[in-house]
């Protein structure tokens, strides 16, 4: 017999040594960057069913608000290659067409009873579910439809099912959401929502409309954030001018097109090569020759490259605090006013683009995560802790995984704490003062008017 030996349970429901992680070994070269695997990931193609940490703690914690912000599903670019056919993708919504999902028919025929929902301003004049033979540009694919259909039901599972978050005579007051004003990003919330509350009643939703990418609402002016955008442009041009591979491959693509490399440039080859690639079409061809999956893995690759030193050079970060602090700020007042007692806006959509996701891990000191993919999604859970009802913690997980203790304000309390979360006040410290301590202010409004020494 085979004795296996177990690690003694500790009070709280962890096993002690599980939550170990292996620290890596500092001296090795950091792995080579796969291009082609990255695009993969990128696409995130509805295959197998995904495994997820969400809604993950001891059996004597209540989880009591969930606020997710979401990047749109798969869309159409946003750019065409000039003088190249544009990628042929139909925009229908067919069940029968892979990639599907067992309520996409149920959702198309929900989606056409929307007209009495609460929609902002411009929102109501948008189309619900994509509808075009040959996809316009920007438009939610099937894909993207999938994709979010795919994510509601694993939080319906997840919230609904097992911690009863809503109830089934939840109100409208229960729920927050709010979209950008494009068709891409009101679909993917629809989608998500869809399958998350099935059939839900139409009148109980208020669709927000925010009309900043980086959901700044009434706090959007602020020079110094504009300022350090500039400046990380100034160094994604520098880094790009010193790739002599990746020239060489413009100056490559500009004559089987017939433009002049510049232009071609400023077409951004990527956001329609990553179409083709998604959707397994040929690259374009031209009478003289075709663009080939080498022109796409060096770009891609320097794609990849530019990510990894947006990380190291901090130009970015100081933007990207500076551009989420109203979102996380609002954020935090929610958790607050929850963790309080009030019952309302329990839980949170907002559907966003990769610009509004990527600043937000940066800020949060999430160095680890990926460029946001297609349909990618960030989770704030709010739990009380049911022995001690005053205390509240949080988890934050992107893509189902748990992302808690690698942000900035609470990778020192993980290495001194038992608990698997994250105590709400550490957050509520950094969005409300630490987030201004690099700029050498206390404010929001100061930070975004002082100039660096």
Known sequence: VHLIPVNPIREDGLNPKSRKRIMPDLLTEPPAIDPVYEAHVYCNIPTIAERSMEGHAPHYFKLVSVQVLIRHGDRYP????????????DCMLLPGRKPSHPQLEAFIKHMSKGSVAQMDGSLSSLPRYPSHSLCEMGELTQTGVVQHLRNGQLLREIYINKHKLLLSDWTAKQLYLETTGKSRTLQSALALLYTFLPDFDWKKINMRHQWS???????????MRNHYLEEEQRRQYSLRVKNNDLEKIYVDMAKIVGIPTRQL?????????????CHNVSFPCTKTGCIGMEHFKVIKRHQLEDERERQ????YFLYALLATHPLLNQTVNRLQRIAEGKKEEVFVLYSAHDVTLSPVLSALGITEARFPRFAARLVFELWQDGKRPKEHFIRILYNGAD???QTSFCKDYYKR???PMCPLEKFVTFVKRDMFLVFNSTSYYDACRRRPL
């Open 78 to 89: 946003l750019y065409a290659i000039p003088k190249t056919k544009r990628p042929d993708i």
């Open 403 to 405: 992302v808690t203790f």
């Open 417 to 419: 704490s038992s608990k």
């Open 265 to 277: 440039r400023a077409s951004n080859p990527i956001d329609s090569l990553l179409c083709y690639f």
């Open 312 to 315: 190291e050079k901090k130009l």
């Open 213 to 223: 990418t980086i959901f700044c609402s009434g706090s959007c002016d602020c020079p």
